[in-house]
């Protein structure tokens, strides 16, 4: 249920896989439409693991705005790590915090150590396991094409990505190591995560914590957008794509706004 303080949020900010579109996949036409309208009335944020080219595939391909519209959508790839904002007919960087090439060495060998160490890796897998999206490295035990439906059945009890979580963290401890999506891990510089993210919108946009609310599908204790909590803002939890179009269309059919 929605309720009348959710109604009259000025910024709305989405997770993406699960949220907005099924996992590594574009958004349905009726979700580009939802989110067209609700442009019309709040300003929109969505933080991804995935990088700016993800965004493009998942999101900017498919959502139809103009961009006057388009100016009031805001996008953090790799949980908070860059953001980006639509000016001159472009998306243009704001900030990105990219590791260096000697951080960069560290984590690969730190994954290239787990996966010797763990029994639980299928030894296929649909293209490569660890990608560098600049500031974030994801490492995908089936691969980072891996159909959707090989996902959902690898690890439905989290056990195989806390092991991993765990495993790495141990390697890294300089850096942050989380759960990512349904089949993946993310490591981040220290303390960049969705919690950053919704930083940025108070300390470069001017919200306060009160006028941003957040809906994700995993705010569950270790999911991946249980950070959001720390900021203080309001959430709502959704379970699947559906869920979520549910909730825009109550947001855009308010006669409160």
């Known amino acids: 249920m929605v309720r009348y303080n959710e109604l009259m949020k000025k910024v709305i900010v989405f997770d993406l896989d699960g949220t907005l579109a099924e996992s590594k996949s574009s958004l349905d036409s009726e979700m580009s439409d939802l989110l067209g309208t609700l442009l019309q009335k709040k300003m929109v944020a969505i933080i991804s693991g995935g990088g700016l080219p993800q965004f493009e595939k998942q999101v900017l391909g498919k959502l139809s705005c103009p961009p006057e519209l388009l100016k009031k959508l805001i996008l953090f790839p790799t949980k ?107 490591i981040t510089l220290k303390d960049i995560n969705k919690a950053f993210a919704i930083n940025q919108i108070f300390s470069l946009l001017g919200y306060t914590k009160d006028e941003v609310l957040f809906v994700g599908d995993a705010l569950f204790p270790g999911g991946n957008d249980e950070s959001v909590k720390i900021t203080g803002i309001d959430t709502f939890s959704v379970k699947n794509v559906d869920e979520t179009k549910n909730f825009i269309r109550k947001i855009i059919s308010s006669p409160e706004l």
Do not use: C
Not at 159 to 181: M, N, T, W, Y
């Open 80 to 186: 908070g790590g860059a953001m980006y904002t639509f000016k001159d007919d472009i998306w243009q960087q704001v900030y990105s915090k990219s590791f260096s090439d000697k951080e960069k060495e560290q984590i690969i060998n730190a994954v290239q150590i787990v996966s010797g160490e763990v029994d639980f890796l299928p030894e296929k897998h649909f293209g490569e396991r660890l990608e560098d999206r600049g500031a974030e490295f994801t490492f995908s035990a089936l691969g980072q094409e891996a159909p959707h439906e090989e996902k959902e059945k690898w690890d439905n009890d989290h056990v195989k990505r806390k092991i991993l979580e765990e495993k790495l963290q141990k390697l890294l401890p300089d850096f942050d190591v989380a759960i990512g999506g349904s089949t993946s891990i993310d």
